[in-house]
């Protein structure tokens, strides 16, 4: 996120956050996290940003704009749908900001895909029962999407970027016993795929091929 030449609104910076620690401190910059999830605020804070950000819900009506994007087919690209989940999340919160310094806003998604069905939120104990049953022993995938917004005093917000990481998990196999306790346990209720690999399940995970990162943040927000 170096500036160029013709924008000197944002500070010159290295490759990594963490060389705008200073930015986000002083308040330079600003930087909004577009969501409650517990898990995101987590991952920011080991990124070394503790209590240099805020976290804002974003406005999104998620639930019409998934339905938008079925109608579309976009489901059947899992990818795409992350990355314009994200997108929209970031957008729909900058787009409501009146900024007085430069502000980064930061949205994100995270869906599970098997079989090319995406496995969202558990609407009950039995849908969770389903989902966990279909995972046990087998692959999914996880795609996390991120989209980064900025926002310039009296200019209109604009991408900055956006992505989809994508990692492969391998289930043991559960047996009813497992699925019944791990459902009891309440973890899979707020989760994508009904289950988080930082809690309780990582027990039941077997294998990950990429980045931790991208599996974690299984808290729908």
Do not use: W
């Amino acid at each position: 996120m170096a500036s160029s030449s013709s924008d000197t609104t944002l500070p010159s910076t290295g490759n990594l956050v963490i060389s705008l620690r200073d930015a986000f401190a002083s308040k330079q910059i600003g930087l909004i996290l577009a969501s409650q999830s517990p898990r995101r605020r987590e991952i920011l804070d080991m990124m070394g940003l503790p209590g240099m950000y805020e976290t804002i819900p974003s406005p999104l009506d998620e639930t019409a704009l998934q339905m938008e994007l079925i109608q579309k087919g976009i489901t059947k690209d899992p990818q795409l749908y992350t990355r314009t989940l994200a997108e929209e999340k970031a957008r729909a919160l900058a787009e409501t900001l009146h900024v007085t310094i430069p502000t980064l806003v930061l949205g994100s998604d995270t869906i599970v895909d098997q079989d090319e069905t995406i496995l969202e939120k558990p609407k009950d104990k039995q849908d969770a029962v389903r989902m966990l049953r279909q995972l046990s022993g087998r692959e999914h995938f996880v795609h996390t999407g991120v989209a980064l917004y900025r926002c310039i005093p009296g200019q209109a917000p604009e991408k900055v970027a956006s992505f989809v990481d994508q990692a492969t998990v391998l289930f043991t196999a559960l047996s009813e016993a497992d699925v019944q306790a791990y459902v009891d346990s309440g973890e899979p209720m707020d989760k994508a795929g009904s289950y988080g690999i930082q809690g309780i399940g990582g027990q039941i995970v077997s294998n990950v091929q990429g980045d931790f990162f991208t599996v974690s943040p299984t808290y729908v927000c």
